[in-house]
């Protein structure tokens, strides 16, 4: 199967016929021998025939085709001869690459390949399309990018792709049938002549207008969404998504649009019940070890008991799937719990609100939201000396590779916000009920993956962080570090019975004086171990306290700084040296 993926697929001479067998072939490619996960493959499946008609009709060595998020894009990179980099056992980014002719826009987050869009298509050289998924409405970006859009009217052709993610209405089968007439040529071609030839005198220029104007009423509340046409957007559709000949027949219709326009695709695997999909079993078992869990999870539990205390405590969360969402908490206490899917900068004013009104708030964010939120953040919150504790899933390097997801914190650019994360999912619950009952503005951060929820005693002033492995006279080291890479430096280090102490800093922007004293009497090699940010904050943090002492440390580091963060957790620490094993090295080389 994978030798006819090897080079670009020329559809333009193929029957329908003929490209829903190709589309057959590339699900079954996508689920039986690429490496992505079912989540990744089906979301690409629902644009499959889209991307395979669009093909058919453009010619995208001339024409853009945008993906907005960038994620979408498994078909087209099939479709252009590069099948083999999706294959298992390959690590090629999922992203497309602008110095190929066939792509145009590397990606980037939800929302903004709308204004790439835009801005290919003032430059008005070919034709420019946009691939969108309908939960880019849920962005404030889309709608000030929609405002240029309707007021600068580019030639752009907008596919929004209809995941039932937003708030878009959805259509009956009157709506359906209206639509295909407004489709066909017929009716465009005969609306046309018929504009032409009343708009040819004075006499029938006053029945064009009260015409338009009825149209234009019956369209609004009958046949599409008002909120393209109140940005002065066509709106065509909706599609069918899976319907080759009707999705051919609009998208050759869209070559000849004027100003933007907007093409509503609706998409529903379930109606290609034909196309049979087996996937590998690694990837559909989801069997848990008994007794493990998650760390939402466990927040979950947590948040719930805690809110039977405390009848003013409110959880708002920004949510991508039905994972991210506090389930016990929301059913238990519906009127105190909020969501939202991209939202995240309303939700930290929202939070305010809640705050000012003597409201105790928990607000959950994905870690690469939370850069983006942090205006709001100073403004609400740091400007007016308000608390809060926030949330920050997702954190570290991702397994998947995608540079815009990668969840990099830089603490020491956040002033007056403590930032803790926990080695384990029980030191993470035992942080969450410490910080419930903290001041001011205080940030949890924490990865995804199972484990088993282990409470054990925590150490005093656990905050301050604490030494995992002890601290001897006669250690020949000391590694500093947080998060789960603790627990593996603590297996390796116990497994090799290495002379090595381990501190877990808890607090990832500072490490106290007094184990900074601790170090320098010791007098050896320390190691500062951080594949969370891109500038070491407790590197800073303890060279800044040597330097006003005046005293000397032995100090090494290991991040992230200069690093191309464009490739999966596991490449970036090979390519880069960054494991465990190589931090250790360098007490041997010391």
Do not use: W
Not at 80 to 93: D, I, K, M, V
Not at 286 to 292: C, F, L
Not at 337 to 365: C, F, H, N, P, R
């Amino acid at each position: 199967m994978l030798n006819q993926f090897e080079n670009p697929i020329d559809l333009k001479e193929l029957s329908v016929k003929e490209m829903n067998k190709i589309s057959d072939e590339i699900a079954s490619f996508l689920a039986s021998k690429s490496r992505f996960d079912i989540e990744t493959i089906i979301k690409n499946l629902n644009v499959l025939e889209t991307t395979v008609a669009l093909h058919h009709v453009y010619d995208f060595q001339r024409d853009h085709l945008i993906f907005d998020g960038g994620t979408q894009v498994l078909v087209h990179k099939i479709l252009t001869g590069r099948a083999s980099e999706l294959e298992l056992r390959t690590n090629t980014p999922i992203y497309l690459d602008p110095t190929n002719p066939y792509d145009a826009y590397k990606g980037g987050d939800i929302g903004e390949g709308l204004g790439v869009a835009l801005g290919y298509a003032l430059n008005d050289n070919g034709r420019t399309v946009i691939m969108m998924d309908d939960n880019a409405l849920n962005y404030g970006l889309t709608y000030e990018t929609l405002m240029q859009i309707g007021r600068l009217q580019p030639d752009l052709t907008i596919i929004l792709i209809d995941e039932q993610q937003s708030l878009l209405r959805h259509y009956s089968s009157v709506d359906s049938l209206v639509k295909s007439i407004r489709i066909s040529k017929t009716y465009t071609g005969l609306k046309k002549d018929m504009k032409a030839i009343l708009d040819s005198n004075a006499f029938s220029r006053p029945l064009l207008t009260t015409l338009t104007k009825i149209r234009d009423a019956v369209k609004e509340t009958v046949l599409e969404p008002t909120i393209f046409t109140q940005f002065g957007i066509n709106y065509h559709g909706p599609i069918n998504g899976q319907n080759m000949n009707e999705l051919i027949k609009v998208f050759e219709l869209s070559t000849k649009f004027s100003g933007p326009n907007i093409i509503h695709v609706q998409t529903r695997l379930k109606h290609r019940s034909e196309r049979k999909l087996e996937f590998p079993a690694f990837k559909t078992d989801m069997t848990r070890p008994e007794n493990y869990t998650t760390t939402q999870e466990a927040f979950d539990e947590l948040l719930s008991a805690e809110a039977k205390v405390r009848d003013n405590l409110f959880v708002l969360a920004d949510t991508i799937s039905i994972q991210d969402h506090f389930i016990d908490f929301a059913l238990q206490n519906t009127q105190s719990y909020l969501s939202t899917s991209g939202s995240t900068q309303s939700l930290v004013t929202i939070a305010a609100g809640m705050v000012e009104s003597g409201k105790q708030v928990v607000l959950m964010m994905k870690s690469y939201r939370f850069l983006e939120s942090y205006p709001q953040l100073v403004n609400q919150f740091v400007l007016n000396k308000l608390p809060i504790t926030i949330l920050i899933s997702d954190s570290g390097l991702s397994p998947q590779g995608e540079y815009y997801k990668q969840g990099i914190m830089n603490p020491n650019y956040f002033d007056n916000i403590n930032m803790y994360t926990g080695s384990s999912i029980g030191e993470n619950y035992q942080l969450l009920q410490l910080l419930l009952n903290e001041p001011g503005i205080n940030v949890l951060n924490y990865s995804s993956g199972y484990e088993k929820l282990v409470v054990e005693t925590a150490p005093d002033n656990l905050l301050e962080g604490y030494f995992a492995l002890p601290l001897n006279d006669d250690s020949n080291g000391v590694v500093i570090t947080f998060g789960n890479s603790v627990q593996q430096f603590k297996s390796r280090i116990s497994n090799n019975e290495l002379n090595i102490a381990l501190y877990n800093a808890i607090d990832m922007n500072h490490v106290d004086d007094v184990v900074i004293e601790a170090l320098i009497r010791l007098n050896k090699l320390v190691v500062v171990y951080n594949t969370e940010s891109t500038n070491n904050a407790l590197y800073h943090n303890i060279q800044e306290y040597c330097a006003a002492t005046h005293q000397f440390l032995n100090l090494k580091l290991i991040d992230l700084s200069n690093v191309d963060l464009n490739a999966s957790s596991k490449d970036i620490k090979t390519r880069n040296h960054l494991h465990v094993d190589d931090a250790l090295k360098l007490f041997t080389l010391n």
